[in-house]
Each structure stands twice: as C-alpha cells, then as structure tokens.
C-alpha cells in the first residue's frame, strides 16, 4: 500500500505573492524536485522527469526519477538498496513549497503528487484578477523565431495544401508570440522561376493579338484577372508549340538579366497574385510579411560560391552538389546549365535568417513530401559550419500530410483540379449562416443579417481551420463539411457553442465577477470542481507541449478535453441559484477565458452568443 505523507507546505501565501510569469504547474514541479535531485544526490546529473499522472486515482502529477538514478547509483559506496530509499531520499530533500499537499510511494520507486488545492484556486483567481499574460509557456521571451509558411506560388491557385500550411503556420505563431518570442512570419512566395518567361511570351502574344484586333496598345487589367487560366493556357503552348518554347525561353534570360519591360511583366503577374493571397489572408485573420524568392536572388551566386570554396559544395555532371552522409541523393545547389533552382534560394534564405534576422529558431510549413528537401538544406547547413548540432540556432521542418476527400482520394474538383480556397471558404460561411438564421427563425427572433454574417465567418472559418488543427498534423485528413460543422463532437462550432452558453450563464447572473475575484475564494471542496480547476491550470503545459513538439492539436485536444470537463462539472454542481453561487460562476468564468485563449491560439474568433 502506497505510503502516504504530507509534504511541507510554506508558511502562508498570498495572491499577490504569486510570480508574475509562472509557467506550468508542470515546471514548477520539475524546479521543485530538480532542487531535490541536486541536494539528495549532488553528484549525478539528473533532470527530473514530472508528468500527469495516467490514473487521476493516484495522483496529479508523477515524478519517475528514482528508478533512473538507482541503476545510475549502483556499485557506488552507500548506494541506495532498492529505488524506493532514491525516491524517499528524493521526498526527503523536497523544499518547502505551497503546491504539494501530498506525495505518495508507487511501484518500484513513482513519486506521485497531490497538488494544494489552495494552490489551484488562488491560481485562478489570480488569473481573473490579472489576466493570463503570466500563464505563457516560459523560456522563450526575447527569442526570435523565423516561421516560414503559407508560401504560394505566384500564378497559380493558393490550394488546400497551402490552406494547411496557412492554418498550421499561423497558430504556431500565435503560440510562439504569446509565449513573448520575438516571431518573423515569412511568406516564401513562388514568386521566381522559369514558368515566368512562359506567363510574360503568352500576356505579349495576347495583347499583340488585342492591337491586331483595333484594340489599344497597353496593358489590360483582364491580362491578369485570371491567373490560372494564364498559367493554363501559357503551359499549354509551351508544351505544344516549339517556337514559344524557344521564346519562353529567352523571355526567361530577359527577365534574370534585368530587363525593364521583362520585369514589369513578372510585376504585374505578382501584384495580381498577391491580391488574390491577401483576400485570403484577411478572411483567415492571417498576417505575413512577403519576402518571395526572388528576395534571395542577388545572394545566390556568392552562396554557391563560398560552398564551392569551402569544399562543401563538389560539381558533379556539370552539377553544383552538396553531398550529405546518409542521403541518396545530393543537394543540389547550382543547375549544369547554371541555373538556380529552389534549393540555391533555401540555402541563401536561411543564411539570411541566420545571419541577418539573427534567428534563434527557423520553423518552416511545408507538407511531409519536402521532408527530403529540409533534410538537406539542414544537413547541408551543418555541413558549411552555419549550424551545429545540438548548440546555436534551431531548425525544424514541420511536415504535414494531405488533404483527402469524402472519397478519401486526393481533395479535388470534379474536373480534376486541386480544389480552390476561396470556394471552400464561401461554402463554410454560407452553410453556418443557413443554420444560424434557421434557429433566430425557430425561436422568433428577428434575424440581423450583419450579426449573422459575422456569426457566420467566425465560426465557418474557424470550423475549416479547427478541422485542420486537431488532426495530428503528420496525418492525412478527410475534408468534410458535414463533419466539421457537426454541432456535436470535436468541432469548432461545439465549442463556440460550449463558450457561447458559458458566457450566457455568467451574462445571467448580473455579477461582476471580475471585483468578485478578488475578494471571493474559489472552491475546490466538489472533486468535479477540483477537476475542472486542475485542468485550467494546465493551459500552459498543453502550449509549451505544442511548441515542442510543434503540434497545435496539443491545443485542441487541451481545448476539447476542457469543454469536457465543464460539461461534466455543470452537470453535477448547480451554479446559478446555489449556495456556492459566487464562487461556482468565478470557475465559469475562468473556463470561459482559458477557452478564449485557446481560440485566441488556434485563430478562432469566440462567439458570446449563438
Ligand atoms: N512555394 C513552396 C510550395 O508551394 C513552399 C515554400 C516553402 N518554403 C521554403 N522556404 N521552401 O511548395
């Protein structure tokens, strides 16, 4: 039987002596054992290992140390017996604390914890009075984080794959932000290449044709009004006519060497496309700054050449290699026919991030078919001495999977093409706002057609992106309307809905919680209230689990679970009209805060009313 103590608990806090920053309760609790494990133990290192534990019966939280440092120990003088002395002598060591109300023995050797519930609850109400600012994941203040996402190609349609890379980027920044990093949000756009000598030889062609026809000799808006049907059309002859290859061609030469009309063209094409990104961007509430691959251009050559120099880089059938242990084939840095190509720009794009934007951490958001790309631009990288393992600047590629449709293929249109953003965007909105203007109708209200537009973009929008999110981002989902507007289940119009009635409980009562937090304590005394609370205190190890596994369904999942937890709390404890009234709706509100700022991070407007 598990062996009971109670832990030394600090004299008395107050709120006020609650740190503005904290962090988790998760990394509170590794400080306090670390300081354990350096005074018990001082001469092994070792960083202890505290996670919530599998079964709530036994504890909040486990610290599954002493098993690791017995076998470390073993064969030294006065070596502990069995891991249960390491673990004692681990409690033994324990400073002074206020979260820790209990500890218990398990196993071989698991410390399991029981958290104060006087801790949790004036850590709530501490979060009412002031605000989550200090309940960020810690260690990551003044860091900069270069995260490079969405990343289009100019001329052709944004897709659902970018759809992905949009959503998924974004929140990460959102995270990273809060957390106080200094965040880079990187747009590389497609934005150079050989498709342009194509796109610029066909617009001429058109407008040649225009002027034959008595037109006038200057640019038309509609040479550029429908990109894809450029791109489509450009190709086409390029694939079927000899001379406009050959001309495609030189148009190219033109436009790498400069020339005037050449390159008005390609900025034409770019502005053009660029309008069509931002309509997106604003609708998703997405911010970016552009810095397109022909950003890099004036560098290529002088990163080439200082590989060339360095011996990093060999020529190899007229190729320029980086050649890396342990993958079949090479970086390739310059073409046999001189040419750059895409991975000449992600060499100078991420010495530039090093070196100029001064990067801590470079993130980029790509689907998992450019894993072999990032591997070796990264080992190339390492290669030239510009990162080194395990000290210095990070990088991370974050791969994610497809798209699929009802039919579990490849998400397309009928007629083949991959299928076009902005019409799933429309259909999210149309199909909420059809249900929304539904139940005004059913409970005969009035219905407000601008609330309900805005209604409706909140929670279509955040019904695509919350889809996206809460698949683990490395596997392929299925895109499905029905499912992810399903007011039932793990879905973003579920939990508006659950915040939505939340905010309706507190609006009810007509209190001011906020002046009552401060003075009212929450209680903790019904287990569903002391499980509720448990839970809002974890936001903070949910986001920092996010960040390092750069997973966002870490927040959705948290986010899910916590709509859970209310659920089953409301069922069981009465709130309004309760002896317990005041304190009960401080825990509502508490909820429904901690949801906002999961909201916030996914990049999902809340709604206070549906
Ligand atoms: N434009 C590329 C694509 O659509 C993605 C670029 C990702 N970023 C990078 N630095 N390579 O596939």
Redesign the pocket.
């Known amino acids: 039987k598990a062996a009971l103590s109670t832990a030394p608990s600090a004299a008395t806090t107050t709120m006020a002596s609650e740190k503005a920053s904290c962090g988790s309760v998760r990394g509170e609790l590794c400080d306090l054992f670390r300081t354990a494990l350096s005074v018990s133990y001082p001469d092994v290192a070792a960083d202890p290992v505290v996670a919530p534990c599998g079964n709530a019966k036994n504890g909040d939280y486990q610290c599954n140390n002493a098993m690791a440092l017995f076998g470390k120990l073993k064969g030294a003088p006065n070596a502990p017996k069995a891991p249960r002395d390491v673990a004692n002598a681990i409690l033994g060591a324990l400073p002074a604390n206020d979260l820790v109300s209990e500890t218990s023995l398990a196993g071989p050797g698991f410390i399991n914890i029981r958290l104060n519930k006087d801790f949790l609850s004036k850590r709530l109400s501490n979060m009412l009075v002031n605000g989550l600012a200090g309940w960020a994941p810690a260690g990551y203040i003044g860091k900069k984080v270069v995260i ?2 969405s ?3 100019v001329a ?1 349609e944004m897709h659902v ?2 759809l992905r ?1 949009t959503i998924i980027g974004d929140t990460l920044c959102r995270i990273f932000e809060y957390s106080g990093a200094d965040v880079l949000r ?1 747009n ?3 934005d150079w290449g050989t498709q342009f000598g194509m796109l610029i030889e066909h617009m001429a062609d058109t407008r040649k044709a225009r002027v034959a026809a008595g037109g006038e000799d200057k640019d038309a808006d509609e040479d550029v009004s429908d990109l894809q049907e450029l791109y489509r059309a450009a190709k086409k002859r390029f694939d079927d006519e000899e001379e406009f290859k050959t001309r495609a061609r030189e148009a190219v030469t033109r436009l790498q060497s400069g020339d005037p009309v050449s390159l008005a063209a390609w900025q034409r094409i770019c502005a053009a496309s660029r309008r069509e990104f931002e309509a997106i961007y604003s609708r998703l509430g997405v911010t970016l700054q552009e810095r397109g ?1 022909s950003f890099y251009n004036p560098m290529l050559k002088g990163v080439v050449d200082e590989l060339k120099d360095a011996g990093v880089a060999t020529i190899d059938d007229g190729a320029t290699c980086v050649f890396v242990e342990g993958q079949s084939v090479p970086l390739i840095v310059q073409k046999s026919d001189g040419g750059f190509g ?1 991975a000449s ?2 060499m100078a ?1 991420l010495k530039h991030r090093l070196n100029e934007e001064k990067a801590d951490w470079i993130v ?4 998992v078919g ?1 894993s072999q ?2 591997e070796l ?1 990264f080992a190339a990288a390492k290669k030239a001495g510009w990162l080194v393992e395990g000290s210095g600047p990070k990088v991370s590629h974050v791969g994610f999977g497809l798209v699929l449709g009802e039919d579990g293929k490849r998400f397309r249109t009928r007629s083949g093409d991959l299928v076009r953003l902005v019409e799933l965007l429309d259909e999210a909105k149309s199909r909420c706002a059809a249900t929304l203007r539904e139940r005004r109708v059913e409970a005969g209200e009035e219905v407000n057609e601008a609330e309900v537009e805005e209604a409706a973009c909140a929670m279509g929008y955040g019904a695509v992106k919350y889809a996206d999110l809460k698949n683990h981002r490395t596997t392929n989902y299925k895109f499905s309307f029905d499912d992810m507007l399903n007011l039932k289940g793990n879905t973003a119009v579920y939990l508006l809905y659950a915040h939505a009635r939340i905010a309706g409980i507190v609006r009810k009562a007509e209190k001011d919680v906020y002046a009552a937090a401060a003075t009212t304590p929450i209680s903790l005394d019904h287990p569903k209230e002391l499980e509720l609370a448990l839970h809002l205190c974890k936001l903070p190890e949910a986001l920092e689990d996010a960040i390092a596994e750069l997973a966002p369904n870490r927040v959705t999942d948290y986010l899910y679970d916590l709509s859970e937890k209310f659920n089953s709390f409301y069922v069981d404890c009465k709130v309004l009209g309760s002896e317990q009234e005041a304190s009960r709706l401080l825990l509502c509100e508490a909820t429904a805060v901690v949801m906002r700022k999961c909201f916030e991070m996914l990049g999902i407007k809340p709604l206070y009313r549906i």
């Open positions: 490079d996402f990343s289009p190609n052709k794959g970018h890379s990187l590389h756009v497609g691959e895409y720009t992600d794009a980029y958001v790509t689907d450019q790309h990032f631009v």
